[in-house]
């Protein structure tokens, strides 16, 4: 392009697109003639020389960014990937649950029609119930991210079912944990005949909402149903869950792994629903509670304090904790526990208006079965005769009808509306 007739200015665009410009010394007519060639022509909107573009001015941190992607990459979405299962004890799980296809004998047949009719009769009359109600009334522990269930034996299903988001649930019983039981190495025979055993042993648990403690201490101490981790796994198995991994530890040494089966007291399992990445610590801890044992483990003591607000989960626990017997888990427990959902066979419940601001009750209450007569509660009879209890339409403790108690808050805060 030629400007003010001479070519006083030449231009053109290199390859990478910016202008290079040549000059040539004008005369002072000339020099006036450009002038007033560009007056003229910046007034007609024409562009006639495209400067390069002052560089973009960007804040020292978006330089930074701009630099960290340059060199590692754009930022990649976090990983929703589900951690792989444990495939051996997922097996199991799934045989003991009666959903496993790799078992097509008839008698696993049987068992597995007979345990999905068990679970969805324990759905229909107990646990759809339970979740409903804890939606309605207990919004809060919902949310609760550390369960601790005392005298719990081998059950998985309530607790799961009532804290669903949970990062973990401790379970502590008298039974010992045992050992999977190695059915593709067994005959129909036998594995038939453990699968009777196991139904029988969790039929107290889906019909009556709890373990028989007599009848445990003898059902998993057979040498093939050898303890609460079949029942655990069926339970578990039935909710849809698989198992990541499975560590055997003691409370007295938490983080290391104790592969013996008879020495380590605790098994640790970390499950996840099959299509999912959500994980959840589900413990058992065979352990006695009361002051006797844990006079002389304060391991186990330690173990219980070190979690953060847990919430105590109690059913079915033989009034225990009215014991003078079981005062240091009893008072262990009251001082870390941010919330306490229980039947009335869990802390009596002076203990629970010294401790909570809050005390709600739902169901009924007005005796307790013939062989704990003693250890009915007047003042928590009082409360059941205010006005306005609401009901809890399932059965999941001792008698016929059930009771609940809901206590949270420090005392002399005010409960929530």
């Known amino acids: 392009m030629r400007v003010g007739g001479g070519g006083s200015i030449i231009f053109w665009w290199s390859v990478s697109g910016r202008p290079h410009l040549r000059l040539r010394l004008l005369s002072l007519v000339d020099m006036l003639r450009l002038i007033l060639v560009l007056w003229f022509l910046s007034f007609s909107g024409v562009v006639v020389v495209s400067w390069p573009s002052r560089p973009e001015v960007t804040h020292p941190a978006s330089r930074a960014t701009s630099r960290v992607v340059a060199e590692t990459g754009p930022v990649s979405a976090p990983d929703t990937t589900p951690r792989a299962i444990d495939v051996a004890l997922t097996d199991y799980l799934t045989w003991v649950a009666g959903t496993s296809t790799a078992d097509s004998s008839e008698s696993y047949r049987r068992f597995a029609a007979a345990s999905a009719e068990a679970y969805a009769i324990l759905r229909q009359t107990k646990l759809d119930s339970l979740a409903a109600f804890r939606d309605l009334h207990l919004a809060a522990v919902r949310q609760a991210r ?123 399992l970390v499950t996840r629903p099959a299509t999912a990445r959500r994980e959840t610590v589900v413990e058992y801890i065979r352990t006695d509670l009361s002051d006797v044992t844990l006079a002389r483990d304060s391991a186990l003591v330690a173990y219980l304090r070190q979690w953060h607000d847990p919430v105590v989960y109690l059913k079915a626990a033989s009034y225990l904790l009215h014991n003078a017997g079981f005062s240091v888990v009893r008072q262990t427990l009251l001082s870390e526990a941010t919330a306490v959902v229980q039947d009335d066979t869990g802390f009596p419940l002076t203990f629970l208006t010294e401790r909570f601001g809050s005390v709600q009750v739902f169901g009924w209450y007005d005796r307790t079965i013939e062989i704990f007569k003693d250890r009915f509660q007047p003042d928590l009879r009082a409360l059941y005769e205010r006005p306005g209890v609401p009901p809890l339409n399932l059965r999941m403790g001792y008698g016929g009808r059930p009771n609940l108690q809901y206590a949270t808050g420090p005392v002399g805060e005010a409960p929530d509306p």
Request: proline content about 7%.
């Open 146 to 268: 550390t369960v601790l269930y005392p005298f719990a034996g081998g059950d998985a299903i309530y607790p799961t079912e009532l804290f669903p988001q949970a990062d973990t649930i401790i379970l502590f019983g008298l039974e010992p944990i045992g050992r999977v039981f190695d059915w593709r190495q067994r005959t129909i025979a036998e594995r038939a005949d453990f699968l009777s055993k196991l139904s029988t042993a969790v039929t107290s648990s889906n019909r009556a909402g709890f373990f028989f403690t007599l009848d445990m201490g003898t059902q998993f101490a057979d040498s093939t149903l050898d303890g609460v981790l079949h029942p655990l796994l069926m339970y578990l198995g039935w909710r849809g869950q698989v198992v990541v991994s499975a560590t055997r530890f003691d409370p007295q040494t938490p983080s290391i792994d104790r592969p013996g089966d008879r020495v380590a007291r605790g098994i640790r």
